[in-house]
């Protein structure tokens, strides 16, 4: 298996030079051909994740590519998607579109009309998404032609595409898309797919000003219809839309406020059993949110409603299932967070329903949302008692393994639960339970001292491995934090014989810096011997963080960066920054990745440069190609930082990184001002660039042009 993996990223480095790099001038057929190809890698990996990966990379590479040839690769391109071979190879091929420049998407549009005529459903649906995606400057095309899908397609899911679709260009638009109306209004009042119909309805939302017309539609729906979802969904609209159209000359429907019958109306159809057993769990989940979203709109007046039935535990009737139950009061708290309006009662109502609520889905609901409410923001220690009770005296394991976690994400701020959290860690019978007790306690930090004879007896003795191992990486840091003292436990578990304690050994002395010195010659060990990737990971990473002894960590680092697998080199390279100017000797492999490797592999290779500095001189033509780029990603905005940090050094790339002051991206200008500042007097080309920079829309940009200004004009 292995050897086709490699296969494969053998066969694209010779079709891929590099995912970003320039493009030649001449794309013969053929190579277009083959980086099709490369689209539909079929390779059998369900069982090997990191196989999977390699292989999506491939193909998510060669759509880049495709996208960077643009214009050349569009025949094909458009030859392949008719033919609607497989939703795979649809799907690269719609990415390959969605990544070219607008004027080469612009060419494909009446090709992609084409397709929307085709008898192959899967065709359609990507060339509905595309024209839909970046149609709008054809908008004398693209309207009448998503009309005709959502009238005529065969195919009820494109028919609501087409609806989205419009109602996307209708906001885009505006008055270019008119047409959109009356077809969308049309579908609301004829299209038998409910999932059509809604799209319609959210087509209107969409479009803001132009749907005037649809209100009286809009507001008949909410009021009765057959599609018991459709009112809810309906009223959202109305009260969406309501604030933009009192400009309108036409009169607007009166929206009441909902009374309570209308409330509990709603209330009762967040949990419709029927609703959980719909064939189409995305539906569902639309349905629900639209419910939910409304309700909290109405605000004040259907928070008593909501607590209600989040005590009951969301349920109506014995025949409602756990599921039923479960869902329902996570989109109950979702409604009552989102309601700002007396947030002081609203957290005593929940805190009363974790102590004394009869169900459980509605106390779990209530223990996962009271930490998000802003008064628990204010004051976390309100919270911590009524958690630490549910930790010690909750019969039901998912509450308890609950109220540990979200202990765990207050931190330092949930120290009293320290006691609490010992006794879960000691005596709980749930194995999730004790683990996330030990992450609460390392967590808390320095404040959970007394945690560490606990946690030492349950890296010795606790009979679950996960268990073990949280408490090892919790000991680590309250070690770290406090006396500094690196506990022997830690380096007898890089021997272990589980991998898994080997691994959070390797974490744990991260932890401790510069003080884990002593820990090296062992982490090298397993970094050249370890069988385990993940092992091997964790003990780069930690080199990187004691940062100890350069001599012997660099030149290991930069062997393991030669990983023909290019997904294992991301932690040497992360390592090697550390190093700063004594990784210097890793320029070289860290060039070969940013011109061969995939984004965030790129953007790891530039900042460690960056950090290595002047010495990485011999990377700036590189860095002037990446930072001229045209792309999606931070990769333009990382090289440009990586040129500055290099500083004078970097004078040859002061035209490129001068012109990416009139970038689009806010963060490429930004660190453009700040690389010409660092570069210092060979970028006095730049200062009426700069001059002009002080006016940038973004404060950031201008405070960084001005800071760059005092230091070329005074050199």
């Known amino acids: 298996m292995f050897r086709k993996i490699l296969a494969i990223l053998t066969i694209s480095a010779v079709l891929l030079p590099g995912p970003y790099s320039v493009m030649a001038a001449e794309v013969s057929e053929a190579e277009i051909k083959a980086l099709i190809q490369q689209l539909t890698s079929e390779e059998s990996v369900a069982d090997h994740s990191i196989y999977e990966r390699l292989v999506t990379w491939v193909r998510d590479v060669a759509a880049q590519k495709l996208g960077d040839i643009g214009r ?229 007046p259907a928070l008593p409603f909501l607590l209600e039935k989040l005590r009951k535990g969301g349920s109506m009737s014995i025949f409602d299932s756990q599921e039923v139950a479960r869902i329902t009061c996570i989109h109950l708290t979702w409604a009552i967070g989102f309601i700002h309006e007396d947030q002081e009662a609203t957290l005593s109502a929940l805190l009363d329903i974790i102590q004394t609520g009869k169900n459980a889905a509605g106390r779990l609901a209530a223990v996962s949302e009271v930490s998000w409410l802003e008064p628990s923001k204010k004051e976390p220690q309100r919270i911590v008692p009524v958690l630490m009770a549910a930790v010690g005296k909750e019969d039901n394991p998912d509450i308890r393994k609950e109220a540990v976690t979200v202990l765990y994400h207050l931190g330092p701020q949930a120290a009293a639960a320290v006691p609490a959290l010992i006794q879960a860690l000691e005596t709980d019978p749930e194995t999730e339970v004790r683990f996330w007790a030990g992450e609460a306690l390392g967590s808390i930090g320095p404040k959970a001292k007394a945690a560490l004879p606990a946690l030492t007896k349950a890296v010795k003795r606790d009979p679950a491995s996960m268990v073990r191992n949280g408490a090892l990486e919790a000991l680590a840091r309250i070690k770290a934090s406090t006396s500094g003292e690196l506990d022997p436990l830690v380096l007898q578990s890089l021997r272990a014989k589980e991998a898994n304690m080997r691994y959070c050994a390797a974490e744990a002395l991260g932890f401790y810096g510069p003080l884990a010195k002593v820990a090296v010659p062992e982490l090298i060990r397993l970094v050249k011997e370890d069988p385990e990737e993940s092992v091997r990971h964790n003990a780069m990473i930690a080199l990187g963080e004691i940062a100890s002894a350069p001599e012997l960590c660099v030149p290991v680092l930069i062997e393991a960066a030669k990983n023909p697998n290019l997904y294992y080199c991301e932690a040497p390279v992360e ?140 050199d």
């Open 72 to 300: 050349p690769a569009i025949p094909l391109l458009l030859e392949k998607l008719k033919e609607g071979e497989s939703e795979k190879l649809c799907a690269g091929l719609a990415s390959s579109f969605g990544l070219m420049q607008p004027e080469n998407q612009d060419l494909a549009i009446p090709g992609l009309l084409e397709i929307l005529k085709s008898d192959k459903k899967v065709a359609r649906k990507y060339a509905v998404m595309l024209v839909g995606d970046f149609g709008g400057p054809r908008a004398e095309l693209v309207v009448p032609a998503l009309i005709a899908t959502l009238q005529n397609d065969p195919d009820a899911e494109n028919r609501a595409r087409a609806a989205e679709a419009l109602g996307g260009l209708g906001e885009e638009l505006g008055e270019k898309a008119q047409a959109a109306v009356p077809a969308l209004r049309q579908a609301l009042a004829t299209e038998k797919d409910p999932s059509a119909r809604k799209a319609a309805l959210f087509g209107l939302n969409s479009s803001g000003p132009l749907a005037q017309a649809a209100l009286p539609d809009i507001e008949k729906i909410s009021k009765s219809d057959g599609d018991q979802t459709m009112p809810a969904a309906a009223g959202l609209v109305l009260y969406n839309i309501a604030e933009p159209w009192k400009a309108g000359t036409q009169p607007i429907p009166a929206i009441k406020p909902p009374n309570e019958q209308e409330i509990k109306l709603l209330v009762r159809r967040l949990n419709d059993s029927w609703a959980v057993y719909l064939p189409y769990r995305k539906r569902q989940e639309m349905q629900m949110e639209t419910i939910t979203y409304r309700l909290s709109d109405i605000g004040q």
């Open 575 to 714: 390592a090697l920054a550390h190093f700063g100017p004594a990784a210097a000797p890793a320029v070289p492999r860290l060039i070969e990745l940013i011109r061969d490797g995939f984004p965030s592999l790129q953007i790891d290779a530039m900042e460690t440069i960056g950090a290595i500095g002047p010495p990485a001189r011999v990377a700036v033509p590189i860095l002037i190609e990446v930072a001229g780029a045209h792309r999606w990603d931070s990769c333009p905005a990382c090289a440009i930082e990586a040129l500055g940090k290099i500083g004078p050094d970097a004078a040859s790339a002061v035209p490129v990184i001068t012109e990416q002051l009139g970038s689009h991206e806010e963060s490429i200008r930004l660190s453009a001002a700040v690389a010409l500042g660092r570069i210092g007097p060979a970028a006095r080309a730049a200062i009426p660039a700069l001059r002009k920079a002080l006016q940038d829309s973004d404060p950031k940009v201008c405070e960084a042009a001005q800071e760059a200004l005092a230091r070329l004009e005074k």
